[in-house]
């Protein structure tokens, strides 16, 4: 069972008390198999770094207590060594939300950015100063970090994350001029910029919407409520709809999608005939690729 102070959190979020408590229990890994000629306690420098700078940082106002923290796992995949202290490779981030009452932990994130760069000294510290670019390694963890925090918000509350993502975006927009690949929008349509951007955008608000209902309307009221809740994730898979409407494909939306796709298969495969159906129809208009596995829960 989900401890006791998880129902207070979900109560007072959004009551502003300035603490000194941290917000993440991050695991941090890096594979660096593929690289050969670098000293390994370079990695396990690199390691320290990151945990301590994302665990050790205070990066909201919020009152955490320490089994509240927001769990998330970064991988970091170094893929080249550019030079002795120069690399690139990949994240892959994963984050979890705890579903009120009980044990199960429900998919929030689950994303690999392909474009990650930077430059890591073991003897320097990774600092990180708001709206200045310092270097791309605090600019990728502080960016990540602000958009998990807005992620987990909004399912607690409507538009919850807005502060949060407005602070990844100036994260954004303080990498413009570094040269670094993922920050500008014309790079790609499927990168950091275009990804904070659209959840900002107030065309999209209803992915927004589909975070809150699917979650605090849906999942949290599942233990007491199994098809009253199930009823209300089913009414939010309309909201990706509208989404996916005024634009097919879009990459926030796909993100969403790669995280949340079983967890909505499993919940329907209980479902009545008439609610399977209802999911099948929405998830193969928004999720053409994987029309088939949302068809799967009608031998459930």
Known sequence: MVKKALLGFVFTLLSVIPVT????????????????????????AMKTAVFEFINNRKWT?????FEERIEWTLLITIENAISSDEFSGQFNIVLQRPVF??????????????????????NQPVNFVENTYTDNLSSLLAYYSYFILGQYFDTFSQDGGTDFYQKAMSVV??????????????????????????????????LRTFLYSYHRKGLDTMY???????????RSL??????????????SMQ??????????????????????????????????????????????
């Open 21 to 44: 408590a941290q917000e993440f229990m991050c695991q941090v890994q890096i594979n660096s198999r593929k690289v050969q000629g670098i000293d390994p306690t370079t990695f396990d």
């Open 61 to 65: 106002n919020y009152n955490f207590q």
């Open 101 to 122: 009452k009980t044990d199960y932990k429900t998919p929030l994130l689950n994303i690999i950015d392909k474009d990650v760069s930077f430059v890591f000294r073991p």
């Open 173 to 206: 927009q303080s990498a413009q001029n570094s040269n670094r690949k993922g920050w500008q929008s014309f790079e790609s349509q499927k990168n950091r910029y275009h990804l904070v951007d659209q959840y900002l955008n107030a065309a999209y608000e209803p």
């Open 224 to 234: 007491d409520q199994p098809d009253a809740g199930r009823a209300v994730i089913l």
């Open 238 to 251: 309309s909201d990706l709809k509208k989404v996916n409407d005024k634009r097919p494909g879009m990459y």
């Open 255 to 300: 993100v969403l999608l790669d995280a949340k796709r079983q967890e909505i298969i499993n919940i329907f495969s209980k479902g009545s005939p008439t609610e399977k159906t209802s999911m099948i129809n929405i998830m193969k208009e928004i999720d053409p690729a994987n029309g088939s596995k949302y068809q799967e829960v009608m031998r459930k």
